[in-house]
């Protein structure tokens, strides 16, 4: 708010807790700072030039300096513990996807991209193979209707081979990005998927290739190890 504030923007605060935003009006008794959700901000429509997530911003900042992977990014830690823990970290992961799902702007998720995958992996690292630490987590589906039409993905994990299905809405691309042992093990009924028509093959880092892909359905699997 306050960097906002000094480049000449009229901004607003909000957050569902009050206390919160007790707090963040003792520090900046001039802004505005309201209680709601991001669901239902107090606003008219048409009435804001843009949203900012301060948590996901912060967080990156985090990560690069210090390679904490979000888990020191509430000021202090006093949000969560006396210790870094990874309550507000979610947030890093989290936001983008809940905004690009709210608004269909992919901008914050693309922003955040380079640390949300690291991040996850650092509480699989430090868990075993599960986000929660509770068990292992071998399958996850999720859709979403765009304005294009339906967006889907699916993937499980059976030893050491991920199956992947996706539904790429007529008339749009998108960029996969999965887990493979080298980027000829990512398949489509038997075929390298860079040599599928139409896809193309972006490369490699970190144990993970990248693909740009056509619309379409996809059903695919991964050599992990």
């Known amino acids: ?40 901000l107090p606003l008219p429509d048409a009435s804001a030039a843009g949203y900012r997530a301060d948590v996901l911003v912060d967080s990156q900042r985090v990560y690069g300096l210090d390679g904490a992977q979000f888990t020191a990014v509430a000021p202090g830690n006093g949000y969560n513990a006396a210790e870094p823990i990874s309550g507000w ?3 890093g992961v989290v936001v983008p996807w809940t905004l690009w799902q709210m608004t269909g702007d992919l901008t914050v998720v693309e922003r955040g991209w380079p640390a949300m995958p690291r991040y996850v992996d650092w509480i699989r690292q430090r868990t075993g193979e599960s986000y929660t630490g509770q068990g292992a987590l071998f399958e996850v589906s999720a859709a979403h209707l765009s304005p294009h039409g339906e967006i889907a993905s699916e ?37 390298p998927l860079a040599e599928v028509p139409g896809v193309e093959y972006l490369g490699s880092a970190d144990g993970t290739a990248a693909f740009l892909l056509p619309s379409g359905r996809y059903d695919l699997t991964s050599a992990l190890g």
């Not at 000094?6 to 802004?31: L, S, Y």
């Open 1 to 40: 708010m306050a960097e906002l504030t000094e480049r000449g923007v009229r901004a607003v605060g909000v957050d569902p807790d009050e206390r919160m935003i007790a707090g963040a009006r003792g520090r900046w008794p001039e802004a505005d700072f309201r209680i709601a959700e991001a669901y239902h």
């Open 155 to 191: 993937w499980t994990v059976r030893g050491d081979t991920l199956s992947y299905r996706a539904t790429v809405p007529a008339n749009t691309t998108a960029t996969l990005r999965i887990p493979a042992a080298a980027p000829e093990e990512v398949r489509e009924d038997g075929t």
């Open 89 to 91: 970290a979610d947030c």
